[in-house]
Every structure is written in structure tokens, then in C-alpha cells.
């Protein structure tokens, strides 16, 4: 009978460990974050203030060509720079000549002819366009030779703007006349090399994220060296 009743008591025993098991809980908590990424984007504008029915090269004639880059208000911000190519045999020769902001920063800054209307001072060291000591000598371009400059962009771009000035204008240096004996133009009596009824001159302009870069020929580098080609407009 005791065990019966012993045997009766375990099972009681274990029924109620059974039970509490099952209500039995720990200390726990739970949190968790969902991070959204969104993706970023690089578009410039390549504008230009040039009337293409003025564009006669006549020694020492002035021909507007107004260069800026704009960024567009989707953009992040961006480091810009452009590009100018002139015929080989014209620019080796000292024929065409392309005004731009400045062979470097100081020039830009201080000198008032690079300065817009009713600017009266210094133009912001991060406004300012300062050339690369870089020259890209013989590029062939649609089968034909051209030198290629480099214009920088000191400062950042960010969404909605637009940059200073660049190139300013393009002109044919006073010493070119035309040989009506031989039917050719000629520079200091010299034949000249190339067509100045058809010249283009090519002007590209380049954008590159400003992030991861400490500034815009770190920034040009980069580009550089993948050999990333940009669009390009043609004053015919």
C-alpha cells in the first residue's frame, strides 16, 4: 500500500514539474533596425554661351565662348573639370589661341579680367578654374590630331549649382595672314599646317563623385587613370 501510494505521490511530483516547465520564462528582449540605402548620382551640364554664326577666325577678332558646368539638383556633390582640343598643327604653330580662367589660381583671383560684372573683389579660392601642367600632345579624334588641355575646378559642386566661367573665348593671333600667291594662310611668312576654314575645337566637360576624394586633381587622377571618356560638343 505505501508503495502504491509512494509511487502515486511521484507521479503528482512529476505532473506539477511538468507544468511549471512549461510556464517557465526568461529575461529576453529584441531589437532589431532596418537601414534603407539609397543610391547617389553624378549629372553635369556642359553650357556654353557661343553663337556659331560669329565664329569667323579673323587675326586678333575675339570669339565669345562662354564655358560653365552645372550640376543638377538630384546630383551629389562632384568635382568638374573640362577640357579644350585644338588641331595639332594649329595649336603647335601658336595659331589658335583659347582664353580660359586663369593659367592658374592666383590669375584667377586677382586678376579683374577674369572677374564677372560688378565684381569688385578677389574671386573665392573654391570659385576659381586653374589649368593642368598636363598636355595631351597628338590625340587622335575622329582621324584627326588634336592637342588636348585640362581645366580644373578648384572647388565642390553641389546639387543645383553651376561653376564660375571657364574659357572665356577662341582667337586667331594677329601675325596669320593669307598668301593670295599661294592660296595658303601663313604665319611669319610660314606656310601654316591644317584648314582654318573648318577648325574645331572640342571642349568636354567631367564630373566625378567629390566623396572619397580630398580634392579635385585627386579626383581627376582617378578618372584619369580609367580612361572614362566624356560627351563632347564641336564648334563647327
Not at 21 to 47: C, Q, R
Not at 128 to 141: A, L, R, Y
Amino acid at each position: 500500500m505505501k508503495r502504491k501510494i509512494l509511487a502515486i505521490a511521484l507521479v503528482v511530483c512529476m505532473l506539477i514539474v511538468a507544468i511549471a516547465g512549461a510556464s517557465l520564462a526568461y529575461f529576453t528582449d529584441k531589437d532589431e533596425k532596418v537601414n534603407v540605402f539609397t543610391s547617389g548620382k553624378v549629372d553635369i551640364t556642359l553650357n556654353e554661351v557661343f553663337d556659331a554664326t560669329e565664329a569667323q577666325l579673323i587675326p586678333g577678332v575675339d570669339i565669345q565662348k562662354d564655358v560653365t558646368v552645372s550640376l543638377s539638383s538630384d546630383s551629389i556633390a562632384t568635382y568638374v573639370w573640362y577640357t579644350y582640343a585644338i588641331p595639332t598643327a594649329l595649336d603647335d604653330a601658336g595659331v589658335i589661341h583659347v582664353n580660359h580662367a586663369g593659367r592658374n589660381l592666383v590669375d584667377y583671383r586677382e586678376d579683374s579680367a577674369y572677374w564677372a560684372a560688378g565684381q569688385t573683389s578677389a574671386t573665392p579660392i573654391e570659385d576659381c578654374w586653374k589649368i593642368s601642367s598636363t598636355v595631351e600632345k597628338g590625340v587622335v579624334i575622329d582621324g584627326e590630331s588634336y592637342n588636348v588641355y585640362t581645366v580644373l575646378y578648384n572647388g565642390t559642386l553641389t546639387a543645383g549649382e553651376t561653376t564660375t566661367v571657364g574659357m572665356t573665348k577662341v582667337y586667331c593671333d594677329t601675325k596669320v595672314d593669307f598668301d593670295n600667291a599661294t592660296g595658303k594662310y601663313v604665319m611669319n611668312g610660314t606656310a601654316i599646317g591644317g584648314d582654318l576654314n573648318n577648325v574645331k575645337i572640342i571642349v568636354t566637360a567631367y564630373g566625378i563623385q567629390a566623396a572619397t576624394f580630398a580634392n579635385v586633381e585627386a579626383a581627376y587622377a582617378a578618372y584619369s587613370a580609367q580612361n572614362i571618356a566624356g560627351a563632347a560638343i564641336d564648334i563647327d
